[in-house]
C-alpha cells in the first residue's frame, strides 16, 4: 500500500508538470521511467527463481543514480535558459518526482524481498507488530447510537401500547438489526434483505413444521423434514446477490424448528411469534429510512471532513523532545491506518462503479496520506533539532498547514493554503543554504527535511482534480 501511495503521488506529479507546457521536466523523467520499468519487467521475468525479483531492482540502483545525476546536470542547463521563478518551479518539480522514484524503488524492492522470503518459507521479521488503528467518523458513530436506542424505544411504546406479549420479540431484534446494520455501508438493503428473508421463510417454515415435522418419528426423519427449509436457506447464502436473504431465512428458521425435548405445536402461537419477528425487521428497517438516513458508514461527505481532520491531527498531535522517534513512528501508524480504514469505508460504500464524486475523495485522501506522513517526519525532525533559523522556518510551515487544514475549504482556507506554499518556497533555499557548513550527522537530516517539503509542496499543489489515469 505504501508503494502504491507513492507511486500516486508520482504519477500525479508527472501529469501536472506535463500540462506545463514550457516544462522540460517530463522529458527529463522520461530515462528515468523507462529505466525503472525495465527493472520491473525483469523483476517480473525473474520472480520464479529464488531472490531473482529482488536482485533485478537492486541492480538498478547505481544506474538510476547516473541517470538522475545527468538529468540534474540538464535541468540546470535549461534552468540558465529561464527566468527564476520558471526555473525554481522546475527544480522542485524534479528534485520532487526524483525523491518519489528513489522512494517508490526502496518500496517495491522491499516488497520484492519480502515476496521472496514468503516464496522461500524464510522466517523474516517484517516490522515491530503494531495495533490495528481504525477510525469513524463522529457522527456516524453518535447516529448509530441514536438511531439504536430511538428504534429501542419506538418499539417498547408499541409494545407497551398494544398489549401484545409477543412484541417482546420485536423490541430485541429490532435493536440488534439497528445496531448490527450500522457496520454496513448500506445497512437498508442489509436489513431490506433480511426482513426479505423473514417473509420467504415464515410460510415455508409453518409447512415444515405442521406438514414434515408433525410427521417425523427419529432423528433421521427429523433431518430429512427440516432439510428442504434449511438447503433453501444455504443456497440463498451462497449468492451474492441474495445472501441477505439466506441469512434472514436461516435466523427465522432456527428459532422455530430447532428440536425440543417437549414439543408443543400451537399455530396461533406460531403465527403471533412469526408477525413479531417481522415486525422487529421492519422496525430495524424504518430506522434506517427515517432516523438520520445520510449518517451511514462510508457516507462520502462525512468521509472527507474526518480525512482533513485526519490531516491536521498530524500537524497538532503532541510529540515529546524525548522519544520523539518513537512518538512519531506511532503518530505515523495511526494516522495511516485510520486514512486508509476511511477510504475502506468509503470504497465499500460507492460499490463496484464510484461516482465522480466519491473517486474526488479518494484522490484527496491519497494526497492528504501523503501530506501527513511528510508532515509527521518534519515535525519529528523540528522536535530533535536545535534552535536556529532553519528550526524556525521549517516550523513555520507546520504552523501555516496546520491554519490551512483548519477550515480547507473556505476562502481563509485557500489564503492559508497560498500562505503555507509562501512558506514552503522560503524555507527550501534556508534549508539549502545550510547544507555547505553542516556537521555530517546534520547533512542526512537537512536532506530529510527538503524531501519533506517537497512532498508537502507537491500535495499542496495537487488540489484533486482527475487525470487520464486516476
Partial sequence: MTALTTFYTLHRLIHRAGTQPDSPVPGLLEPLNR?????????????GTPGGAA??????GPRLQAAIADASDALALADSDGGSEAARRW??????????????????????????????????QVSEPQAYS????????????????????????????LAWPQLANSIILGTIFCALASSSPRPTAMVNQLMAGFLIAAPLCFLTIFGLVVQSHDYPTLVLATLP???????LITDPKRGGMGVGAALFSSMYIAPSNLVRLDAGSYLNGAISQIVGVLIAY??????????????????????????????????????????ARRLRHRFDNRVRDLLSQLNAASGPAPGDAARA?????????????????????????????????????????????????????????????????????????ALPEASPERVPRLHTALTDLHSIYTSLLDRGEPSHAA
Fill in 35 to 47: 529505466q525503472f520499468a525495465g527493472a520491473l519487467s525483469a523483476a517480473i521475468a525473474a520472480a
Fill in 55 to 60: 536482485a533485478a531492482l537492486s541492480a538498478l
Fill in 91 to 124: 527544480r522542485i518539480d524534479f528534485d520532487t518526482a526524483v525523491e518519489l522514484l528513489q522512494r517508490f524503488s526502496a518500496n517495491i524492492t522491499g516488497f520484492a524481498q519480502l515476496y521472496d522470503g514468503l516464496a522461500q518459507r524464510r522466517r523474516m
Fill in 134 to 161: 481504525p477510525k469513524t467518523p463522529p457522527a456516524i458513530v453518535l447516529a448509530s447510537g441514536a438511531r439504536a436506542g430511538l428504534s429501542l424505544l419506538a418499539a417498547a411504546a408499541i409494545w407497551y401500547w
Fill in 229 to 235: 427449509l434449511l438447503a433453501l436457506a444455504m443456497w
Fill in 286 to 327: 424504518l430506522a434506517f429510512v427515517i432516523l438520520l438516513p445520510e449518517h451511514t458508514m462510508g457516507n462520502r461527505e462525512h468521509v472527507s471532513e474526518a480525512l482533513w481532520r485526519e490531516a491536521l491531527n498530524a500537524c497538532t498531535a503532541r510529540l515529546p523532545r524525548r522519544g520523539t522517534a518513537a512518538a
Fill in 361 to 433: 475523495v479518494v484522490r484527496r485522501g491519497l494526497t492528504l496520506l501523503e501530506l501527513g506522513h511528510s508532515v509527521i517526519e518534519l515535525r519529528a525532525l523540528i522536535a530533535t533539532s536545535e534552535p536556529g533559523v532553519v528550526q524556525e522556518v521549517l516550523r513555520r510551515v507546520v504552523d501555516e498547514l496546520s491554519r490551512f487544514l483548519r477550515e480547507p475549504m473556505s476562502p481563509a482556507g485557500a489564503r492559508a493554503r497560498e500562505a503555507a506554499l509562501d512558506a514552503l518556497l522560503a524555507a527550501g533555499p534556508i534549508v539549502r543554504a
